[in-house]
């Protein structure tokens, strides 16, 4: 079995390499958030959720976030233009389902996290209390929601 080699700063990845599985799906009035880790028990609610061992492996804003090095980038779409000139913040997924946040230089958690915040326009919701954190196991693909 071959296992990727660790990064050591920023990799673009050539559109020529990736084949586009799906159609890119656009969510307005969203921004990437990275929450704080939860406190308190039981593990069912928002603020008591399970927490993630490092910030590597949350995908959200850049208060909190993984370092963007090093990390993977492409252009999207895959041919032409670039519409959107890069990605940097990417959940990568093996053939056998395993999932992990690129920062992690690959390396698989119990548990990840995507953090979801509302915005009006441009300007994110900061009293919002329609928080949301979108965790996933790195092996089996299990997703649980936790809503503020």
Known sequence: MLYPVPLTGLVTLQPANL???????KVNNVHLKTF???????LTEFDTRPAVATNASKLGDDSNAAPTSPSLQFQYPLSGTAQYPS?????????RGDAVIDN??????????????????TTT???SKNLV???FTGIGGNVKIYRK
């Open 19 to 25: 084949f586009q599985v799906g159609k890119l799906i």
């Open 36 to 42: 704080d880790a939860p406190a308190g028990t039981p």
């Open 87 to 95: 990605f940097t913040k990417i959940v990568q997924f093996s053939p």
């Open 104 to 121: 992690s230089n690959y390396t698989l958690a119990s548990v990840s996290e995507i953090g979801v915040q509302p915005t009006h326009g």
């Open 125 to 127: 919701d900061t009293n």
């Open 133 to 135: 954190a979108i965790q």
